[in-house]
C-alpha cells in the first residue's frame, strides 16, 4: 500500500519512535527488544544494555547481563564490523550475507598489517581446539594463545585475528569472567541456529529492519545491514508486499502498516534519555529527521565516530547527556543546545530517574 502525503520531519520520528518501541516499556524480556529491533549496535557495552533497557518494563543493568549470561541475548559483529546484540538464533544468517563484504573490506588492512591466511588458519585451528568442549578464555588469554604458537599479536594484528574469526562464525562473546566478557564457539553457545538461503536471509533483513526501524528509506537499509545496495532492493521486493510505503518528498519510506501516518502535527511523545548509538539515531545512514545539521558535531565532536548519549524531546534531538557511575550514586547531567522548556526539563528529570533505577542507584542531578 503506497500513501503520498505532505510530512514534515517530525511525522518521521513520530513513527520511528513506535516502531522502535522507546520509552514505553513494551517488552517483558531483553531478548524481546533484542529481537524486535533484530540488531543493536554495542560497541559502547554500558550504553547498549540502557538501549535495551529503555524498551523493556522494570528491566535493569544487571537483567542485561544475566540475559548475555543465559544465552538468550548475544554479543558479535554481524554487521559494519561493529558489536551488536543480536538474538542467539539470528547470528549464523545474518552473517552467511554480511561477513564476506566486511573481510573483503578488511583484506587492504590485513595486507597492511602482514596477516597472512597461514595466520588466520593457524588462529582459526587453536582457537577451535582451545574452546571445543564447551571451555571459554578471556580476549587477553586467546591472544597470549596466539602469541606463544607464533602469530603476532602486536598493534591491531590483534583484533583483526578476532574479528576474522567472528566473521567466519566460529566464535562469539561467551559469559563476563570478572569485568571481561570471554569467547566460545558459536556453534556451541548456539547448538541451534536458523539457518536460511540467501534469498530469505535478505527478505528476513528487510522486514524485520523495516518493521522495528521504519520508516525508512533502501539506502538507510543498505546502510544499517552492510548490504549492496542491489541486494537491499532485492530483500525489500521480496517483503514488500507487508510494508506501507510512504512518500514524503519525493522519497520512498517503508514501514510496518500498523503504525498508521500521523496527521501533520504529531501528538507530542515526551523526553527521553538515549545512550549515545541507540538505534533511533544510528539505526539510519540519513539522521536528519531527528537531528538537526547544524548539531550534528555537538553528538559527534569531532566527526570522531564517537556518538554522546542524547535527549529527545517529542523525537527531536535537542542537546546531550552525560553520566557519571558511582558505588551507590550515579550523576547525571545534561547539556542542552538551547534552553529547556519547564516541562522539558522536568521530563528530563523523570528520564534521568528512570535511568537511575535501571542502573540500580541514587540519582544526582
Same mark, same amino acid.
Given at each position: 500500500?503506497?500513501?503520498?502525503?505532505?510530512?514534515?520531519?517530525?511525522?518521521?520520528?513520530?513513527?520511528?519512535?513506535?516502531a522502535q518501541r522507546i520509552g514505553v516499556g513494551a517488552f517483558e524480556?531483553?531478548?524481546?527488544?533484542?529481537?524486535?529491533?533484530?540488531?543493536?549496535?554495542?560497541?559502547?557495552?554500558?550504553?547498549?544494555?540502557?538501549?535495551?533497557?529503555?524498551?523493556?518494563?522494570?528491566?535493569?543493568?544487571?537483567?542485561? !547481563?544475566?540475559?548475555?549470561?543465559?544465552?538468550?541475548?548475544?554479543?558479535?559483529?554481524?554487521?559494519?564490523?561493529?558489536?551488536?546484540?543480536?538474538?542467539?538464533?539470528?547470528?549464523?544468517?545474518?552473517?552467511?550475507?554480511?561477513?564476506?563484504?566486511?573481510?573483503?573490506?578488511?583484506?587492504?588492512?590485513?595486507?597492511?598489517?602482514?596477516?597472512?591466511?597461514?595466520?588466520?588458519?593457524?588462529?582459526?585451528? *587453536?582457537?577451535?581446539?582451545?574452546?571445543?568442549? =564447551?571451555?571459554?578464555?578471556?580476549?587477553?588469554?586467546?591472544?597470549? *594463545?596466539?602469541?606463544?604458537?607464533?602469530?603476532?599479536?602486536?598493534?591491531?594484528?590483534?583484533?583483526?585475528?578476532?574479528?576474522? *574469526?567472528?566473521?567466519?562464525?566460529?566464535?562469539?562473546?561467551?559469559?563476563?569472567?570478572?569485568?571481561?566478557?570471554?569467547?566460545?564457539?558459536?556453534? !556451541?553457545?548456539?547448538?541451534?541456529?536458523?539457518?536460511?538461503?540467501?534469498?530469505?536471509? *535478505?527478505?528476513?533483513?528487510?522486514?524485520?529492519?523495516?518493521?522495528?526501524? =521504519?520508516?525508512?528509506?533502501?539506502?538507510?537499509?543498505?546502510?544499517?545491514?552492510?548490504?549492496?545496495?542491489?541486494?537491499?532492493?532485492?530483500?525489500?521486493?521480496?517483503?514488500?508486499?507487508?510494508?506501507?510505503?510512504?512518500?514524503?518528498?519525493?522519497?520512498?519510506?517503508?514501514?510496518?502498516?500498523?503504525?498508521?501516518?500521523?496527521?501533520?502535527?504529531?501528538?507530542?511523545?515526551?523526553?527521553?534519555?538515549?545512550?549515545?548509538?541507540?538505534?533511533?539515531?544510528?539505526?539510519?545512514?540519513?539522521?536528519?529527521?531527528?537531528?538537526?545539521?547544524?548539531?550534528?558535531?555537538?553528538?559527534?565532536?569531532?566527526?570522531?565516530?564517537?556518538?554522546?548519549?542524547?535527549?529527545?524531546?517529542?523525537?527531536?534531538?535537542?542537546?546531550?547527556?552525560?553520566?557519571?557511575v558511582m558505588a551507590k550514586s550515579v550523576r547525571v547531567e545534561s547539556?542542552?543546545?538551547?534552553?529547556?522548556?519547564?516541562?522539558? !526539563?522536568?521530563?528530563?528529570?523523570?528520564?534521568?530517574?528512570?535511568?537511575?533505577?535501571?542502573?540500580?542507584?541514587?540519582?544526582?542531578?
Amino acid at each position: 500500500m503506497t500513501r503520498s502525503f505532505s510530512a514534515n520531519r517530525r511525522t518521521l520520528t513520530s513513527l520511528r519512535l513506535a516502531a522502535q518501541r522507546i520509552g514505553v516499556g513494551a517488552f517483558e524480556r531483553p531478548s524481546d527488544a533484542v529481537r524486535h529491533l533484530l540488531g543493536v549496535q554495542a560497541q559502547d557495552f554500558t550504553g547498549a544494555k540502557w538501549t535495551v533497557g529503555l524498551r523493556c518494563a522494570g528491566a535493569t543493568d544487571a537483567s542485561i !547481563e544475566s540475559a548475555l549470561a543465559d544465552r538468550s541475548i548475544v554479543r558479535s559483529w554481524p554487521m559494519r564490523g561493529t558489536l551488536h546484540f543480536v538474538a542467539p538464533e539470528d547470528l549464523a544468517w545474518m552473517l552467511s550475507v554480511t561477513a564476506e563484504r566486511t573481510m573483503r573490506t578488511a583484506a587492504g588492512r590485513h595486507v597492511q598489517l602482514e596477516l597472512t591466511d597461514a595466520d588466520f588458519a593457524r588462529a582459526r585451528d *587453536l582457537t577451535e581446539a582451545a574452546l571445543s568442549g =564447551g571451555r571459554s578464555v578471556r580476549r587477553d588469554e586467546l591472544l597470549r *594463545l596466539f602469541s606463544d604458537n607464533g602469530i603476532a599479536v602486536d598493534g591491531q594484528r590483534g583484533a583483526h585475528l578476532i574479528g576474522y *574469526l567472528a566473521h567466519i562464525a566460529l566464535i562469539v562473546f561467551g559469559a563476563v569472567d570478572g569485568k571481561q566478557q570471554t569467547f566460545a564457539l558459536l556453534s !556451541e553457545w548456539v547448538p541451534s541456529p536458523r539457518v536460511l538461503e540467501r534469498d530469505d536471509a *535478505l527478505a528476513e533483513f528487510a522486514l524485520r529492519y523495516f518493521t522495528s526501524h =521504519g520508516p525508512a528509506t533502501v539506502r538507510d537499509f543498505a546502510w544499517w545491514a552492510s548490504l549492496t545496495l542491489t541486494d537491499a532492493r532485492r530483500g525489500l521486493a521480496a517483503v514488500q508486499g507487508s510494508l506501507e510505503e510512504l512518500i514524503v518528498n519525493d522519497t520512498s519510506y517503508f514501514h510496518a502498516p500498523d503504525f498508521s501516518a500521523p496527521d501533520a502535527t504529531p501528538k507530542p511523545s515526551g523526553v527521553v534519555a538515549l545512550p549515545g548509538f541507540d538505534e533511533y539515531l544510528l539505526g539510519y545512514s540519513d539522521r536528519s529527521a531527528p537531528l538537526a545539521e547544524e548539531y550534528f558535531e555537538r553528538i559527534v565532536p569531532g566527526k570522531n565516530g564517537m556518538f554522546l548519549p542524547t535527549i529527545v524531546v517529542d523525537g527531536e534531538v535537542v542537546g546531550t547527556w552525560r553520566r557519571t557511575v558511582m558505588a551507590k550514586s550515579v550523576r547525571v547531567e545534561s547539556d542542552p543546545f538551547v534552553p529547556l522548556s519547564t516541562a522539558a !526539563e522536568r521530563g528530563f528529570r523523570d528520564a534521568a530517574s528512570d535511568y537511575a533505577r535501571f542502573m540500580g542507584r541514587e540519582l544526582v542531578l
